[in-house]
């Protein structure tokens, strides 16, 4: 098994399952945008506002080309499925799993978040819209949608793993 990518909007669970997926498949875990402030030696809100958006997301680009040639799991920004070329490097380099959680779940648990300054910049309205124009383009990326509404952690999770398992036995 090659690299494991979550894709979903924020608050879909990624960084949390990306770390529990980790520890019960034994693959290194690495959470995308977290890499990026270590490479860049900046915060994502100081890159935005250093050098704008569209320098962002080509520092995205870059770090799914070149970030590691080994077997883990990588929790993407949110962002990332936008990109055509994103989308296609990660369904070629690894197997793509979209967490598709409903607004109101992912609005629960992110509207007091502090350090998600979009949340706190944006209406309830401006981040649904967000939300449905960024679905279509996780739904693209992933191999597999998984439906996390009603779910627990622990149901999510077997579901995830037995998907990797099934897939490795299939090769």
């Known amino acids: 098994m090659r690299k494991i990518y979550l894709v979903g909007f924020m608050g879909s669970g990624k960084s949390a399952l990306g770390r529990r997926l980790s520890y019960l498949l034994k693959m290194p ?14 915060t994502i809100p100081q890159i935005f506002e250093k050098y704008g958006e569209a320098h962002f997301r080509e520092i995205e680009t870059e770090f799914l080309k070149n970030f590691r040639d080994e077997a883990c799991i990588i929790s993407t920004g949110g962002g990332v499925a936008i990109n055509a070329e994103n989308r296609k490097i990660m369904r070629r380099s690894g197997l793509v799993f979209f967490l598709d959680a409903s607004f109101e779940d992912i609005y629960k648990r992110v509207q007091h978040d502090p350090n998600r300054p979009i949340v706190q910049s944006s209406t309830k309205e401006e981040l649904e819209s967000l939300y449905h124009y960024r679905r279509k383009f996780y739904r693209d990326a ?26 490795k036995n299939e090769r």
């Open 29 to 42: 875990y690495y959470d995308m945008d977290h890499e990026i402030v270590r490479q860049q030696g900046m």
């Open 142 to 167: 992933g191999h597999i949608q998984v439906l996390t509404e009603g779910r627990t952690i622990r149901q999510i999770l077997e579901y995830l793993v037995f998907q990797v398992k099934r897939l």
